[in-house]
């Protein structure tokens, strides 16, 4: 199978950047399954259900949250209704939607996503690793799925290399989020899962982590808010990971991917 | 001028390869100056004067440091006596050391490296902001300087991008640690500095941020230490940057490179 | 003298009570110089120009701030035309306002109070021990000001009471405000200088930390918010301490102060 | 019932202290249960099994540990045969000992203890709200124990509130630790269930939470460690809670405890 991960998109640059381009990835990459993380979709804070539609029909299968999931308050009650939209697994057990689905591709494979949360420098969940471990043990790689895509949507390098270990051989791809900065240490581990640190976003790369420079700079250097932050309006970058997988679901092949924008273009060879 | 700036080596691993390439990379890079962050050679914790040396034989200009500067207590000592060795620039007044050197290169040309650690998630120091503004306007770029290197050793990628833009236009490069991962955003800033959120480490990519992975992992899922953290022995990959500036001390050009290891292998042509 | 200080002010129902008692106190405790920590004074968030006079007309010399100084935006303009207002002397330079101030009681007493905001677990300020020192440093306890009053703002009990020594022999007074329950551990220190870890609140104790406590339980419980911290509206218990000092401006007795509400009623004896 | 608790132990003074009074405590108020935090009785680090045997003989009957649990690797043997010592409920499954215990008074009353730790600025734990909702859910006051006691061992004053609101009406006390500073903020909350947000170390209260303060003076200052902290050896404080319970076990009164060292003394009158 040949899958597509992007990061977490930033506002309307990286709405619209994604919008125009993943009907043509789509089709010249030969994807089967494509996931996207959309946690900073509306105006740099959370997603609302008419963005979910939009991303959907431009060739999404699922997406997944992270800590900004709850920002629009209506994603509480859209997620209930939309099967494909995912929010962290080690959420408290009564959190509205669910921490993973299995989606049928159109070829008629079953792709596992997983979606979690973790805690160094962030907020106070039940573990990851745990709540990971259920889902896959539930659902397992080459008998309930497919293919297996685990988004960890973390901090810490250390956190997200931990998860990319302790899921090896037992998952796709693990593909971490929320630095909305791409690392460049995509790799097959040992045991045949695809990892990468950070899939980075999709927004604009002349900014403070998608938001217009300003108001973080000034924060930084007088500790006191004066305004909003903003997405930046400039050009996206999409960023993201282009993973193959073998007929038993582990993979064969990670690359970058970054269109647009700032960041030096790469496009995996088909 | 040709710089060359690597993250943090990390442990015999890291110095190993970094020993055996340095001289080559050199040579046919035909590098003017290098700087490598060193705060995690001496077995994964701080540095101590007989790698120093190593470090500084094998072609290094200057050393940096970071939150693990004084894990070997030698360090302390050393660093008084030691003027290509460099800590953090906003540790507060007193402590042994300096935050910045400049230093000749084979040339003649002045280079200003200049090190902050950030403050998102890290310890509580003086503002990082503040220390490099003051290290800049003290040795201007074409002034005092013909070169200017900022380490920025920090956590969070919004503080790293921040530190980019506050010193945009005003120094030759920006370049983060502290992540042990490469990032893959290396660009030159609007106003003419090259900017990359993480050079990466100089170590073993099959590990957990460069230590072994069993006790991370150990760590993550129990919340028990069971033992110590220890250095991952398998091959390093040595990470950073290279950059191309200009008469004038701003960047031309920014190159990722990666040798040895696990990772994708990439060097600037030449 | 006679010192009173008052620890954080929380909304309606801690002004109220502050107002009807302050004037009260001051009399029947033939009180030389009041202190208040007014920092959540405007419904939990902040203080306005004209929740100071208010607090001021009822009694007060002085009203130091905490990390809420700027909830209410109009505070960095008032704090630049009232002298008798402060915020933490620890923020950057160029801050609005300032973090000491030297006022005369109406004894002719002169009274340094200085403010000064934590770092375990708060923001990333400057050094509050180095900017403490500076203050108590231009203005020393029996040469320019006649009693000196230390408010540390902070979280970590460590991080106080490393205040309380720092300054002990050197000021009349270190107290903690920000954890919003008073501390048992009133004392004076050994080089003479009265302690106590944390005034307490002026506020509602059957609460969370003087919110309304559904929120709080909801955030606790789901980790996802579903409304606005309000302050409590039940009756306050008046919380601080009471410090005599003697000629040279040491102190020679701290005593607890907690009137009306739920809390144990304590007065000192006069 | 006649029950006391009290705070964390820290190193040899506090352990001196406790032994000498607590013989004395228990006969002169009657006390049915006695319930000792002990997470830092062995050199202000962790415990040990002979710890353990001194704490039971003086008239211990549950000792509770925190963060400090595993300090001393053999407590994580000795916590497996000793089922009156207990750790944080809120470790994963599978962590040595249990974070609960029902324990016979000489009486013959059942009493349920219950140790918790907080997540707010401390590691990252599974929910200590839900972990204290299924022990009290299994053996509920007046059914399965007499009496129910739950050491909230936290740094935030919020978290430990928001506790003592959660359990309210289904537990006796409700009582706080970690902060090593006895609160003045006891009372019997509306639903009947008494509380105080800390107990107060038993230790040296000349001192930085029971350290010699030398060396965490140097830490805060210099940011640079110089050597490692000790108990501090002055007479300790010991400090806790006195609870009288009803028939149906819940709170009637509550009042603070602290003899000895530096601190206003206090006893409840009986
Ligand atoms: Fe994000
Ligand atoms: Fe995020
Ligand atoms: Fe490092
Ligand atoms: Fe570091
Ligand atoms: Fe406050
Ligand atoms: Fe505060
Ligand atoms: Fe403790
Ligand atoms: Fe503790």
């Known amino acids: 199978m040949k899958l597509l991960f992007m990061g977490d998109i930033v506002g309307r640059s990286g709405r619209d950047a994604l919008v125009a381009e993943l009907p043509v990835l789509r089709r010249e990459l030969a994807l089967d399954f494509v996931v996207i993380n959309g946690e900073n979709a509306a105006g740099g804070f959370g997603i609302t259900g008419a963005i979910c539609d939009d991303i959907f029909d431009a060739g999404a299968d699922v997406i997944t949250l992270g800590n900004h999931s709850w920002d629009q ?32 591709a159109a070829s008629g494979a079953r792709v596992l996503v997983v979606n979690a949360l973790g805690r160094v420098f962030m907020e106070a969940l039940d573990c990851p690793f745990e709540a990971v471990e259920k889902q896959i043990a539930a659902c397992p790689l080459g008998e309930g799925a497919d293919a297996i895509i685990v988004d960890m949507h973390a901090e810490a390098t250390s956190e997200k290399m931990a998860m990319g270990h302790f899921c090896d051989g037992r998952v796709s791809l693990v593909v971490g989020t929320h630095s909305h900065v791409p690392t460049a240490d995509a790799q097959v581990l040992p045991g045949g899962t695809a990892y990468q640190t950070d899939a980075g976003m999709c927004g604009d790369y002349n900014s403070v982590i998608g938001m217009e420079k300003d108001e973080p700079l000034n924060r930084f250097t007088t500790r006191i808010p004066s305004g909003r932050f903003q997405p930046a309006l400039g050009p996206a970058t999409l960023c993201g990971v282009f993973v193959e997988t073998d007929a038993g679901g582990l993979a ?19």
Chains 1, 2, 3, 4 share one sequence.
């Open 252 to 270: 064969t092949r990670i690359e970058p991917v970054r269109i647009g924008g700032r960041l030096k273009q790469v496009l995996p060879e088909v």
């Open 73 to 104: 308050r209506e994603a509480l009650v859209h997620i209930e209704r939309e099967p494909r939209l995912i929010r962290p697994a080690n959420y408290p057990a009564g959190t509205p939607g669910r921490g993973a689905t299995l989606v049928e």
